[in-house]
């Protein structure tokens, strides 16, 4: 517990305490940390209430393992609300070093209020329990306890151990040894057993090796290690405890307890993996992304971007987009408010003007965000750059309606395209469109646009005068039509698949047409191009829900950190670090669903994880009611995840489309296991299945449209494309499985799924090896950015190593020469990269080696780039550190470095 300054005591002669008072009554927040407490238990510690209030409340009682470690106090309070909420503990209290212990039984109960999460009471322990001998909180014998040491021993909230090396006498509590999955008597007490099970990896960082020389004959440690399961598998493991020296700096004792942390770790790791999936989309990806903050004037790009311009900034201006959006004219909220409509989401085609003043066409996406007043206070977007003429901004669409579209641009594509002018006076064809009408474009420019594209009703051939008028009034992207073809004068209708849109200059007035068709045979595309194309097209329908949810758990965030600014009102920072978590937790579903797994990669998973990935980002920012009812002991299945996961987003998608009033919307999900015999669902073999439902209650399929509901490029809605369900069909037959649909105009639709259970066991990752949480030496740092500097300075000083600071180049090496020349050297130096306008990392890395041949020199960037790395280690640096980085990866680093 923590050495705090023992509390104030008052003569014990005078004490309530002593005379028999009332129970002790506290309230506690959720950290644990003492909000008010009454007069009777002011009497406990011999002083006022007040002077309670405060303090960590595991800090007030006297325990053998004593720490100021923050990490030891909250495993501490853990162990507290899992065996106090039960029944009574026995604990001592302890005013200060020279008062006697006096034991209590403490017990703890939720409570509800503001800032308020736990009652405790204490009461003085009855007179036979006084009497005993035994210290509460520490070990009798070695082997047995009495009081809380033996009430947390027998408890499964903490695993507690003692490694006596002095008398050779080894304790393992029972819960330490069900925690690895034992009975009591199956592991036998003594050090080998230890030593037996602790990962070989991690052996340097287990409590019984010193790791560094100390002077104190006791020291508190923290340390994460793996130790083997029963089953076999490494299980990682948080011990906790205090280190005993001898005069000569031998170990001489270990104390502590265990505590299981697998939960953690993989959070951990996830997070981790989400991350590296993100910089894979927008640093070593194509994908150029941004985020211009208008309020206060800050800007964010991806390196994918800086590379698109030509202006490797970390940090740009927004007059830097000013000058890179060739059509903004100086006015950039302008440009973005008007470009795509008055719609959140926005994009379509403009001109990126490059530093080198060349400019380069690019597909643009933004997601932009206004005040009450109608101001834009922020745009996140992305731009990904395409061939050129193959796509234009609204300028140089205007200059192809009328007539100067570039002939060999339209020619290199494969679809036909007639471009007409605002009066619908055809200006421009390629040759595909003058082969497939029959038509050369000299003779059509003499005409309109409806006596060339001339449909007919594919069914029988009717003419369809209003198809073109119907398909330039739709809002939104433009559909996709498969039911007409195109009459020839001298021949056969043809059938073709097409879309039109409306040509529109900077204010939105309508200049022209643009048709595009092609034929339907020509359109096939295998299973994976199928997959790809779908799920571009699904993040498209998904990104404004989660921008909207993104915006709801980010309000929740910069709200408690309001809070706790202006107010001083701490309580909203744990709804700020749940809705963090939550945040973390769609980001890796939407990225697992992004990027898939191009490689087919199979894993052996549960059904209703599946499930439950798909609804959270499928139903982000959505009226519709989703539900689900899952059977948890449906069998595993083994699928590629990525792909699986498509499937049921694009179910719930589909259903989501087809309500006629989202408000009153409902999907039900429903995961059951079924056995088949043969020929019971053909062509599915006899066995075992999971059966999963999509039911909705949409406006139902017509019957004579639900035979080609599963064909590519065939849609009913406004918006679709025609891709997703003939995209489930094909990943659902490409894992073994079958899909069916029943529907009832204007009761719904119930789309059903069967997928063959596996043999094959669940699929556990293998975990990094642990790092040590505590270091030695100096380190000096240089970095310009002065709030990284202070993060990282109180990283540094977690883990035990002693830094200065400093922020150029010159200033390191005046310090190093300083240090070095009183023989004083630093143990390592961390380097940043570019430091603006002074001596970056490079150099003076150079500089200090003609100082000190000997030193040893890490380089921090933020560019995460294998060649960069390998190029400075053989420069002779000995370590490269990207940024963003954690605790854990700054004292790997160190402990690597300084260690080799």
């Known amino acids: 517990m923590s050495s705090s300054t023992p509390l104030a005591a008052s003569s014990p002669a005078s004490s309530p305490l002593r005379r028999g008072g009332t129970s002790g009554l506290l309230t506690l927040d959720h950290h644990g940390v003492v909000q008010s407490a009454n007069q009777s238990a002011g009497a406990f510690w011999s002083t006022t209430a007040d002077s309670l209030i405060g303090k960590p409340f595991v800090s007030l009682f006297a325990f053998e393992v004593v720490s100021d470690d923050p990490d030891m106090m909250e495993a501490q309070w853990d162990v507290l609300t899992a065996t106090a909420t039960a029944q009574r503990v026995p604990l001592a209290i302890q005013p200060d070093e020279e008062s006697p212990a006096t034991e209590v039984r403490l017990a703890l109960e939720t409570a509800v209020g503001h800032n308020v999460a736990w009652l405790a009471t204490i009461e003085l322990a009855p007179k036979t329990d006084r009497d005993s001998t035994a210290t509460p909180g520490s070990p009798a014998g070695g082997a047995t306890s009495s009081g809380a040491w033996e009430e947390l021993a027998r408890s499964d909230a ?297 449909l007919v009703t594919l069914r029988d051939e009717r003419p369809a005068n209003d198809a073109l008028d119907r398909a330039l009034e739709v809002e939104g992207p433009p559909k996709l039509y498969t039911d007409h ?185 429903t995961c059951r296991a079924i056995s088949l015999p043969d020929g019971k669902l053909p062509p599915l073999a006899g066995g075992d299945y999971v059966q999963v439902d999509v039911q909705d209650n949409g406006s139902g399929i017509p019957e004579d449209k639900i035979d080609r509901i599963f064909e590519p490029f065939f849609t009913t809605k406004k918006t679709g494309t025609g891709l997703g369900l003939a995209t489930v069909l094909s990943i659902v037959r490409k894992h073994g499985g079958q899909l069916g649909v029943d529907s009832t105009v204007g009761v719904g639709t119930t789309f059903t799924s069967f997928l063959p259970v596996t043999t094959k066991s669940i699929e556990t990752g293998v975990r990094k090896p642990a790092a040590l949480r505590f270091g030695t030496g100096r380190v000096l740092f240089m970095d310009d950015e002065k709030q990284l500097c202070e993060i990282t300075k109180t990283m540094l000083e977690s883990l035990d190593y002693k830094v200065d600071i400093v922020h150029r180049g010159e200033d390191a090496l005046a310090l190093y020469r300083k240090y070095h020349a009183v023989n004083r050297p630093y143990d390592v130096v961390l380097l940043d990269l570019t430091i603006v306008g002074g001596m970056g990392g490079e150099e003076t890395f150079k500089r200090l080696r003609e100082i000190d041949p000997e030193v040893r020199a890490i380089v921090s960037s933020g560019y995460d780039n294998d060649e960069m790395a390998r190029q400075f280690l053989d420069s002779g640096f000995c370590g490269y550190l990207t940024k963003p980085y954690r605790v854990g990866e700054l004292g790997q680093m160190l402990k690597g470095v300084l260690g080799g």
């Not at 007490?189 to 004959?217: C, E, F």
């Not at 030509?310 to 959006?325: Q, Y």
């Not at 990904?384 to 609204?394: H, K, L, Q, R, Y």
Request: net charge negative; proline share 4%; glycine share 8%.
């Open 158 to 454: 903490a695993g507690f151990f003692d490694l006596n090396f002095l008398t050779g006498e080894t304790h393992y509590s029972t819960a330490w040894k069900r925690m690895l999955g034992y009975p009591d008597a199956d592991l036998s007490n003594d050090y080998d057993t230890w030593l037996k099970l602790i990962h070989p990896d991690d052996s340097a960082a287990a409590p019984d090796q010193v790791g560094r020389h100390t002077r104190s004959s006791r020291r508190t440690y923290s340390v994460e290690l793996r130790m083997k399961h029963r089953r076999g598998h490494w299980m990682w493991i948080q011990s906790v405890g205090v280190q005993h020296f001898a005069a000569d700096g031998e170990l001489e004792r270990v104390i502590g307890f265990h505590l299981d942390i697998a939960e953690r770790k993989e959070l951990e790791e996830q997070s981790v993996i989400a991350e590296d999936r993100l910089a894979s989309l927008t640093e070593d990806g194509a994908l150029a992304v941004f985020d211009l903050d208008f309020i206060s004037g800050h800007a964010w790009t991806s390196l994918a971007w800086q590379d698109l311009v030509g202006d490797p900034v970390e940090h740009p201006d927004l007059g830097a987009f000013t000058r890179n959006f060739a059509k903004c004219h100086g006015d950039l909220t302008g440009f973005l408010s008007r470009f795509g409509g008055d719609e959140p989401w926005g994009g379509g085609y403009t001109v990126i003007k490059r530093s080198d003043r060349s400019e380069a066409s690019v597909l643009l996406g933004l997601h932009r965000s206004s005040s009450r007043r109608g101001e834009l206070t922020r745009v996140v977007g992305f731009a990904m750059i395409v061939p050129d003429g193959v796509a234009s901004d609204s300028t140089s669409t205007r200059s192809a309606a009328s007539g100067g579209v570039a002939t060999s641009a339209l020619n290199s594509l494969s679809e036909a395209v007639i471009i007409t002018d605002e009066h619908g006076q055809i200006t421009a064809m390629n040759v595909k469109a003058e082969r497939f009408t029959g038509i050369p474009l000299a003779a059509a420019t003499a005409r309109r646009l409806d006596e060339v594209f001339n």
């Open 485 to 669: 073809a195109l009459a020839i004068e001298h021949g056969a209708p043809r059938p073709i698949v097409w879309t039109a849109s409306q040509v529109r200059d900077d204010q939105q007035k309508a200049i022209g047409i643009i048709v595009v068709f092609r034929d339907p045979d020509e359109m096939t595309l295998s299973p994976e191009e199928l997959i790809r194309a779908n799920r571009f097209d699904s993040l498209g329908q998904l990104a404004g829900g989660i921008a909207h949810d993104f915006n709801n758990l980010l309000s929740t965030i910069l709200g408690g950190i309001s809070i706790a600014k202006e107010n001083r009102d701490y309580g909203k920072l744990d709804d700020a670090e749940t809705a963090c978590m939550a945040a973390k937790t769609l980001t890796r579903q939407l990225l697992a669903f992004a990027k898939g797994n191009p490689g087919g990669t199979f894993s052996v998973v549960r059904p209703a994880d599946i499930l439950r990935d798909a609804v959270r980002v499928a139903a982000s920012g959505s009226p519709v009611v989703v539900t689900v009812d899952l059977d948890e002991n449906a069998g595993p299945i083994e699928v590629d995840r990525g792909q699986m996961i498509q499937v049921y987003q694009n179910l719930i998608i589909n259903a989501m489309q087809a309500m006629p009033d989202p408000s009153v919307g409902k999907i039900h999900l």
